[in-house]
């Protein structure tokens, strides 16, 4: 019989010795951002990085996305130990790339190395012939959802379907096979903890285009319509709005003008926002978008604007498996010990590890090791020990758990998980969010 705790110390023993390397890359990526598909020299360091050390990897997936498996030689269930590519937009941070903007403000570089820290550990030999079945690697593209114009674009061009890597990935197949899924995020909880459990918002995103007409906005504005107005009014009825969000819904509405008009002299004749709608169910996410639509609705109608608005799939509501959870609990324990492991609550952002956590059982706990507010000008990750070290050993040691024993404990949680959907109904579910319409009085 497999001595479970022997295996762990040498997995332990294995990273311990490659620490530096994961680090550099880690930094590398951190001083080297790129947002959501583009994550070219981000997703080309991580595919090198497994190919030098020997795992079968797929490159371009979803644009940017890196699989790198490897086979265990034993048929049994298959494992995701997942890490994102992407970077935020915060010109501010002190580590934004001069040119783009983009920055690891949510600590998206520290998910990559935990996931190598958990890659490089299973390289011993007396490692992984203890294990059954099949470990995939997953480096996704796109999790923030932002540059929703340029997104949209791509989904004209026929290059994705969905704004979020995760999804395409899901779209593609690459989840058909897979039983358990778990990634570590970066936090900022209590310092030195690791979180566990708590769930997370899902969400539709929007974008929205104004057109009024352009006239002499000191000479002639009569002859104009202010498109600006028109999305001025549409905020203000958003927000009177606010009183009817129920507070267990936890909504969350935050639009952006991205566009004002084209010149100062103009009166503007077309104006951009865009914005999510938030909830922590999907019911009250298609209840609060529909009156969103109406407040856009209304900014048009009171001013004789036309209004173009598209509403995108965004994330679903995360929903962590709780029988994985203590496994992960059990190993994290043994590790920075049990009064430094916390409990999370619910959080009202999002993640598309929401979309993996309805079709299979999927954890994503935090590493607690950062200061500042998340994606915020201040996010910098200052305990690398946890979030990349520490981080991958919990991972990697409650994948042994899984993986050992002819994958006993893998079967367990997979065959008792009762998911919300299957991934043709996921797909199928998502695609009944898209939605485009014009308005004009």
């Not at 890359?25 to 080297?32: A, P, S």
């Not at 002859?223 to 107005?229: A, D, F, K, P, R």
């Not at 001025?232 to 566009?259: C, G, M, N, W, Y």
């Not at 084209?262 to 209840?287: K, Q």
Request: net charge negative; aromatic share 6%.
């Amino acid at each position: 019989m497999t001595d479970t705790n022997v295996i762990k110390t040498i997995f332990s023993n294995a990273i311990d010795g490659r620490i530096d390397e994961v680090k550099r890359l880690t930094l590398d990526i951190l001083h080297h951002p790129e947002t959501g598909y583009r994550e070219y020299r981000t997703s080309r360091l991580v595919a090198d990085w497994f190919r030098t050390n020997g795992f079968h990897v797929q490159t371009n997936v979803a644009k940017t996305g890196v699989i790198a498996t490897i086979e265990t030689g034993r048929a049994g269930p298959h494992v995701a130990v997942l890490g994102e590519l992407d970077a935020l937009i915060v010109p501010e941070h002190i580590y934004a790339a001069h040119e783009t903007g983009a920055a690891h403000a949510c600590g998206h570089h520290a998910q990559i190395g935990s996931m190598i820290t958990v890659a490089a550990g299973l390289l011993t030999e007396s490692v992984i012939k203890t294990l059954t079945g099949k470990i995939s690697f997953m480096a996704t593209p796109a999790e923030e959802y932002i540059e929703l114009g340029y997104r949209q674009t791509l989904v004209d061009n026929g290059e994705i379907e969905f704004f979020g890597g995760k999804q395409e990935f899901i779209k593609l197949g690459f989840f058909d096979s897979v039983d358990i899924a778990m990634l570590t995020h970066t936090g900022s909880e209590i310092a030195g903890t690791l979180g566990i459990g708590g769930s997370n918002n899902g969400m539709v995103g929007k974008t929205v285009r104004y057109l009024g007409k352009a006239a002499h906005a000191g000479g002639a504005p009569h002859l104009g319509i202010n498109s600006l107005n028109a999305a001025h009014l549409a905020l203000a009825a958003i927000h009177a709005q606010r009183e009817t969000f129920r507070e267990s819904d936890t909504v969350r509405v935050h639009p952006i003008i991205t566009k004002g008009g084209s010149a100062v002299n103009s009166v503007p004749s077309d104006v951009r926002i865009e914005t999510y709608v938030r909830a922590s169910n999907v019911p009250a996410i298609l209840v609060t978008s529909q009156k969103i639509d109406r407040a856009f609705r209304a900014g048009a109608l009171a001013t004789g604007a036309a209004v173009e608005i598209t509403t995108n799939p965004g994330y679903l509501p995360a929903k962590y498996d709780s029988a994985l959870t203590e496994l992960y609990r059990l190993n994290a324990s043994s590790l920075i010990g049990h009064d430094n492991i916390i409990q999370l609550n619910h959080g009202t952002g999002c993640t598309d590890m929401g979309d993996v956590s309805q079709i299979i059982p999927a954890i994503q706990p935090t590493a607690n090791a950062t200061t500042g507010s998340g994606h915020g000008v201040d996010y910098r990750v200052e305990n690398y020990e946890l979030a990349i070290t520490k981080a991958g050993k919990a991972m990697g040691m409650t994948l042994i758990d899984l993986l050992t024993a002819d994958g006993a404990k893998a079967r367990d949680i997979a065959g008792s998980f009762d998911a919300p959907m299957t991934i043709r109904d996921y797909l199928h579910r998502m695609r009944s969010f898209r939605s485009r319409s014009t308005y004009q009085e």
